[in-house]
Structure formats: C-alpha cells, structure tokens
C-alpha cells in the first residue's frame, strides 16, 4: 500500500498568481486533511474532508483558498492570488476513520516572490 | 480551548546520551488523543506513537519510549542511547473527540544528535 503523495513537492511563484495542489491520499482512506506549516511552527490545521464533502474549514483559510475533493479520492487545494505570507509547507494527510492516525505526505513547500 | 505546549526549542545531544522532550496539552474533554510525530529534514511527519485519555500505561517501542500522566496534563517521550538518525523535529499533537479528528500540534521541538 502506498503512502500519501503529494504534487508538485516545490512551487516557486510570483506574487498574484495562482497556484494549484494535488494530494492522493491512501486509497479507501475515507478522510484527508489540509494542514500548512510555517518555518519553525508546528502544522496548522486548514480544512477536511470526508469522502467529497468538506465539513470545516478553518479561519486560516481565507476567500482566496478553496478545497476540492470531487470524487472521495484526491484532493486539490488553490490558492488564488498569492500573496507572500502564503509562502509555507503545505501538508496532506488521510485516515480511515476517526479518531485514526493520520498519515501525512511529504508536503508541497510554496515560495511567493 | 485545546492547546499543546513543547516549551523546549532545540535541545543539542552527544550521541548515546538520553534525551527527553516535554509535551503539556490542556484540552476540557474528557476524551481525547495525543500523539508523537517526528519531522526528519525531508520534511515529511513520520507517526510515532497514539495514546488515548483512558489509557495511561507507559510504553516502550525499542530506544523510544513515552510517559503519559494525566495529573499533570503531559505526555513526555524520551529517546534513549541516541543516535544521529535521531535529528529531527519532534511534534507532540492532541485530538479531542468533538474536533473532527483534527490535530491541534505543539510548536516542535528540534533536536540535534552530534557524533
């Protein structure tokens, strides 16, 4: 069974352009998290899914994120015009239940110009 | 309001001595989970360890081993003979049953194992 995947694994980008995430998560894992980390910070927690719906998100992400997970299987996470303070570690996990371990991928490290 | 405090920055080890990072969660839920996360420089959190509330045994899993004490809120996780592989950041995180599985993490704590 393979781990969460996440792509691109880097983006460098320039202020006001839009960018775009994909996470896989395990497959038949039912549940999959955004989560975004700042240098020297612990992750902190965007939104969720379970199966296609999005049942929270966080104050963290503003009118200029949005979350897909069309079909219960990936997800993508957009960023529309990106401002430097997006720049961070953006983290995917998924479980297959609650209160189950969360299983992270490597991440998609962003840098705004 | 849930919360985790590692108030340990960086701790700097010699390789084989022990080292013991701190964890203090507060949360008002009478069941919750916390858990141990360790972040190599690649950047991707590896799962350590899952504890829940009513479960205060202590546990050893090879040179790594955790103290959980609900009296004083703290789930501690001590690694023991290190070794340089050791280096990483080391997040503690807390579930509560009524946040939809979300993970509230402490700040990391980094450690650095010199030969």
């Known amino acids: 069974d393979t781990g969460v995947s996440q792509n691109p694994r880097h983006k460098i980008t320039k202020r006001g352009q839009n960018v775009t995430f994909r996470c896989d998560p395990i497959?038949?894992?039912?549940?999959l998290y955004w989560y975004r980390q700042t240098l020297g910070q612990g992750p902190e927690f965007l939104t969720y899914f379970q199966n296609e719906a999005q049942l929270e998100k966080s104050r963290l992400l503003s009118d200029r994120f949005s979350a897909e997970r069309p079909k219960g299987s990936f997800s993508t996470l957009e960023i529309q015009r990106t401002e430097q303070g997006d720049s961070a570690m953006y983290l995917c996990?998924?479980?297959?239940?609650?209160?189950?371990?969360?299983?992270f991928g490597p991440g998609t490290r962003l840098t705004v110009l | 309001a849930q919360k985790v405090t590692q108030a340990q920055t960086e701790i700097s080890v010699v390789e084989k001595e022990d080292v013991t990072l701190d964890c203090v969660y507060e949360t008002r839920d009478t069941t919750y989970y916390l858990f141990w996360y360790k972040q190599p420089p690649s950047g991707e959190l590896v799962f350590l360890i899952r504890?829940?509330?009513?479960?205060?045994q202590n546990e050893i899993s090879g040179r790594y081993s955790w103290n959980f004490q609900k009296s004083t809120s703290s789930f501690n996780f001590t690694i023991t003979a290190s070794q340089v592989v050791d280096s990483a950041v080391y997040f503690c995180?807390?579930?509560?049953?009524?946040?939809?599985?979300?993970?509230?993490f402490g700040a990391g704590t980094q450690v650095v194992v010199t030969p």
């Open positions: 996990a998924s479980t297959g239940g609650q209160p189950d371990t969360q299983y």
């Open positions: 504890r829940n509330s009513f479960d205060e």
């Open positions: 995180a807390l579930m509560t049953t009524d946040s939809w599985g979300k993970l509230q």
């Open positions: 497959s038949e894992h039912n549940r």
